[in-house]
């Protein structure tokens, strides 16, 4: 079956702009997670989505935010770019999500780099 | 507020030699997961743990779960070039919404 697929695989903004990520879920899966990836941070936790809605957030400002459509499918969007939101963007998906899941599955993941 | 450590961050391993990486959390979770990561890729699963003295093996990988001693570790037997990766071990939140990860370990593995 098809994994998560994430686009764009590669992106450059300049600063000051704003950009939206995909994330299509594999099959079937309802809950979609976004994490941050850098050298410095590590893989950071970005918000969860369940049915459309958004269950957990991370401790990241308010210029990132997400929505998940009726069909699983998921979108995070940055405003207002900074240098510092270079990143990799990897999504996951998950059957159910919350306590009743044992697997998450990554995607290929959204390079951005923020020039 | 869940914390996990990882170490060693880097591992220099001979091939043929063994070695223990060590995942550390600050409170409960009811799942530890481990992941690899090659460079420029996405993170493959290894691993999930959900109980305490589970242990889990594939190939010369095996993983096992204290969840008194909240600890976590990774064995490698007998190391080959191709295990040369950044692995990763996380633990789950209490609601099972977000998973918090370690720094990761990046093993380089010399003949």
């Known amino acids: 079956k098809a994994g998560v697929t994430q686009t764009p695989r590669y992106l450059i903004k300049t600063r000051g702009q704003q950009v939206t990520l995909s994330c299509s879920p594999i099959s079937g899966h309802r809950s979609v997670s976004w994490y941050q990836q850098t050298p410095g941070q590590g893989l950071q936790f970005l918000f969860e989505?369940?049915?459309?809605?958004?269950?957990n957030k991370g401790n990241f400002p308010g210029r990132f935010s997400g929505r998940q459509f009726s069909n699983s499918r998921s979108e995070m969007n940055v405003s207002t770019l900074e240098l510092g939101d270079s990143a990799l963007y990897l999504c996951?998906?998950?059957?159910?999500?919350?306590?009743?899941?044992?697997?998450?599955?990554f995607g290929q993941g959204t390079r951005l780099t923020v020039v | 507020e869940l914390k996990v450590e990882q170490n060693p961050l880097f591992l220099s391993m001979q091939e043929g030699k063994n070695y223990t990486i060590y995942c550390n959390y600050s409170?409960?979770?009811?799942?530890l997961y481990w992941y690899r990561q090659d460079p420029g890729k996405s993170l493959e699963s290894l691993f999930v743990l959900l109980s305490n003295g589970a242990v889990k093996q594939e190939g010369r990988l095996m993983a096992s779960l204290d969840t008194k001693a909240r600890l976590s570790t990774l064995h490698i037997t007998a190391a080959v070039h191709d295990l040369s990766a950044t692995y990763f071990c996380a633990a789950a939140n209490q609601a099972g919404t977000a998973l918090i990860f370690g720094k990761g370990t990046t093993l380089s593995v010399s003949s």
């Open positions: 989505y369940f049915s459309e809605t958004q269950r």
């Open positions: 409170t409960t979770s009811d799942r």
């Open positions: 996951a998906s998950s059957l159910r999500g919350g306590a009743w899941d044992t697997e998450a599955f």
